[in-house]
């Protein structure tokens, strides 16, 4: 019998865990023994077309208000029975909660859940996966980070949490080059634009001081990403004298594009999942300097594959950026690479996932 899977999330706009689908999406499906369809909550966005084009069926809700829930319902319900669905496996907590409410209505059919994040705010969110997740066999996870706040703000059961590492190909990343010592860094952030990425925190530890006049020759900052905190972003580079050395490029499709005109990847953020971004940068040989926090300690190991560090330590941070694409970035460049292929390939990954569907190889 043919296995029929949905995927479903809140959205495929940019970002972690909509690429995270569409990798699963693409290299589970394998006609005619594995049939994989998406779902998302929201209207139709950039990675939708991403996976129609590698030819997997999308369908898009297209939900934008709360009122719209029992329409959205019973669209999942239908598409499950239309389509056949054997397994409805969604990630984050909208799509989860949707899902928790359609089970009832499903029956037969094996529900699994996907948590990505540790950011405490808002509450809330938290309180609707306390209920969500008893409609689900099993709670996935990125990251033991992510394990233990589900397990604290949710509740869910330790027996019912499967850790699986999020995953790139690092054989589909072309190798970034060193940076010329005659010419100024590229330090980059890819991401949402949000607050609790932090982004200022980047600009901040880059200030030009009255003492060091010729730190300004030395680095350009690559801002990749939209979102709230864009306005509040560019005023701040104002404001610190970076304009001239801060470009903000927008979302981007595909990071592996950015990725080849950084020396270095920043991420500050105050809670990560995981941080997809941080395995995209070691399989393309940028080196990491990230916020020391859950999440991001599960997949970067300090000096090692990365640089760890408290990004509100204004001058610890700008020396660990320095440090990074000079004085550690063959270790790092070297040791990074070697760990997502250990850890956090498709090659690894993947056979975690077919187990936990059922999926034969």
């Known amino acids: 019998m043919p296995r029929r899977i949905l995927l479903l999330i809140t959205d495929l706009e940019i970002g972690g865990t909509p690429t995270v689908v569409r990798e699963l999406a693409t290299r589970l499906h394998r006609p005619p023994g594995v ?22 069926t999308v369908t898009a809700f297209d939900a934008t208000r709360s009122w719209q829930l029992p329409r959205v319902v019973g669209r999942l319900r239908r598409l499950v029975r239309e389509h056949s669905i054997d397994t409805v496996f969604s990630f984050l907590v909208h799509a989860n909660a949707v899902a928790a409410i359609a089970k009832p209505f499903c029956q037969g059919v094996r529900f699994l859940q996907s948590i990505q994040t540790t950011q405490p705010d808002p509450p809330w969110h938290w309180k609707l996966q306390r209920a969500a997740h008893r409609a689900a066999e099993k709670v996935v996870v ?3 980070s992510v394990a233990e ?5 949710s509740r869910v059961p330790p027996d019912k949490i499967a850790v699986i590492p999020n995953a790139v190909d690092p054989d589909e990343f072309d190798q970034a080059p060193a940076p010329e010592p005659s010419l100024p860094f ?8 949000d607050p609790v990425k932090r982004v200022t925190l980047l600009l901040e530890a ?3 001081d009255d003492d060091d006049d010729h730190f300004t020759d030395l680095f350009h900052i690559e801002i990749y990403g939209d979102g709230p905190e864009r306005a509040t972003i560019e005023r701040r580079a104002r404001e610190l004298g970076l304009s001239g050395r801060v470009t903000l490029h927008g979302p981007v499709a595909d990071p592996k594009a950015a990725l080849k005109g950084l020396h270095v990847l920043a991420l500050p953020s105050i809670a990560e999942g995981f941080g997809l ?3 995209e940068a070691m399989a393309a040989g940028v080196p990491v300097v990230a916020a020391d926090v859950p999440g991001i300690r599960d997949v970067v190991r300090h000096q090692e594959t990365g640089l760890l560090v408290d990004p509100t330590r204004r001058r610890t941070f700008r020396a660990h950026l320095f440090g990074a694409a000079h004085v550690f970035r063959e270790k790092l460049v070297e040791n990074g690479l070697r760990e997502v292929r250990e850890r956090f390939s498709w090659d690894v990954v993947l056979p975690q996932y077919r187990a936990l569907l059922g999926v034969d190889d």
Request: proline share 5%; hydrophobic share 50%; net charge positive.
């Open 142 to 144: 990125p990251s033991r």
């Open 186 to 193: 590229s330090i980059g952030f890819i991401g949402r634009l």
């Open 277 to 279: 971004v941080l395995i």
């Open 35 to 56: 049939h994989v369809e998406v779902a998302c909550l929201s209207k139709w966005g950039p990675v939708a077309d991403q996976i129609r084009d590698a030819g997997v």
């Open 149 to 153: 706040v589900a397990q604290k703000w």
């Open 206 to 208: 880059l200030e030009i």
